[in-house]
């Protein structure tokens, strides 16, 4: 069992730890420029931060402000506001709430300044009866307005969950 602080060290560490000629994505058959994915790391990497930190404003800032979330359980919200209101609940009813995204592809058309994040996420908190350990995949839809990366869309897939009977059946 990782500690928050590792899970957030790995997460900061991979991000940074891939090379320029790796961050490049194609694009409309152009090369994309690296600044593209490291940029999209970079604000990745931000967002995991402020989930550690509990920072809803932090989060929300990665976000359009019609981002639409489908959650691991399947809860969705189509606004940055009600996506905002979902963390601060899971934040109050789980205090020791982290979640860690760590992209492994990321490709940018930069016709349309659109960009595909895929990757693994994990998630940790204290149940009464225990810790959860849960993750699995995402997919996240970059769209880049005035020059900054934000989040269009998000959809969080679990693929695993251990450590407690909130495991056990879909919450």
Not at 7 to 35: E, F, I, K, N, Y
Not at 52 to 77: C, E, F, K, M, Q
Not at 124 to 151: F, H, N, S
Request: aromatic share 8%.
């Amino acid at each position: 069992m990782r500690t928050t602080t590792e899970l957030l060290w790995l997460a900061l560490t991979g991000a940074m730890a891939v090379p320029m000629a790796v961050a490049m994505a194609a694009s409309g058959g152009q090369a994309a420029p690296p600044d593209d994915a490291t940029a999209i790391r970079a604000a990745r990497a931000a967002s995991n931060a402020a989930i550690a930190r509990r920072d809803v404003p932090g989060i929300a800032a990665h976000w359009l402000p019609n981002v639409s979330i489908v959650t691991s359980t399947g809860a969705h919200d189509h606004t940055s506001d009600a996506n905002a209101a979902r963390m601060t609940a899971q934040f109050t009813r789980r205090p020791d709430t982290v979640y860690v995204r760590t992209p492994t592809t990321i490709d940018v058309f930069r016709a349309w300044d659109v960009a595909s994040e895929r990757g693994e996420w994990t998630g940790r908190w204290t149940e009464p009866d225990g810790v959860v350990d849960i993750g699995g995949t995402y997919l996240a839809q970059w769209r880049k307005v005035g020059g900054t990366w934000r989040i269009q869309a998000e959809v969080f897939v679990p693929t695993r969950c251990t450590g407690s009977t909130y495991c056990a059946a879909h919450p």
